[in-house]
């Protein structure tokens, strides 16, 4: 599975941006897709997920700015991020799982290059 994203890029607080992620190869193993991201000298954490039957869990700072959607048809997710704040900036990276290879002990997870989100006051 490759990830592709794109839509990162310097916005002023209180703007908005439209993170997309498109999956291409054994795409039919992944069961959930989502955004997490980084800051500078921050661990990586998760920002919003969705599963493939629609099921969205967010991190309780975004909840109410940022909304996940996802084009199966497509392969791709979005991420709509509005009122931004400083505090958003980092680097987001697009994320999917495959859970089948939890069972055979596997790392379930797949990484897209990160787009880097900078929010100026």
């Known amino acids: 599975v490759q990830l592709q994203a794109s839509g990162g890029g310097l916005v002023q607080a209180g703007g908005s941006l439209r993170l997309s992620c498109t999956a291409s190869?054994?795409?039919?193993?992944?069961?959930?897709m989502g955004w997490y991201r980084q800051a500078p000298g921050k661990q990586r954490e998760m920002v919003a997920t969705?599963?493939?039957?629609?099921?969205?869990r967010y991190d309780t700072s975004v909840k109410g700015r940022f909304t996940i959607s996802r084009d199966n048809g497509k392969s791709t997710v979005y991420l709509q991020m509005d009122s931004l704040k400083p505090e958003d900036t980092a680097v987001y990276y697009c994320?999917?799982?495959?859970?089948?290879?939890?069972?055979?002990?596997?790392?379930?997870?797949?990484w897209g290059k990160g787009t880097l989100v900078t929010v100026s006051s």
């Open positions: 190869g054994d795409i039919f193993v992944i069961n959930a």
């Open positions: 994320n999917a799982e495959d859970w089948g290879r939890r069972l055979l002990g596997d790392d379930i997870n797949y």
């Open positions: 969705i599963t493939d039957g629609g099921t969205t």
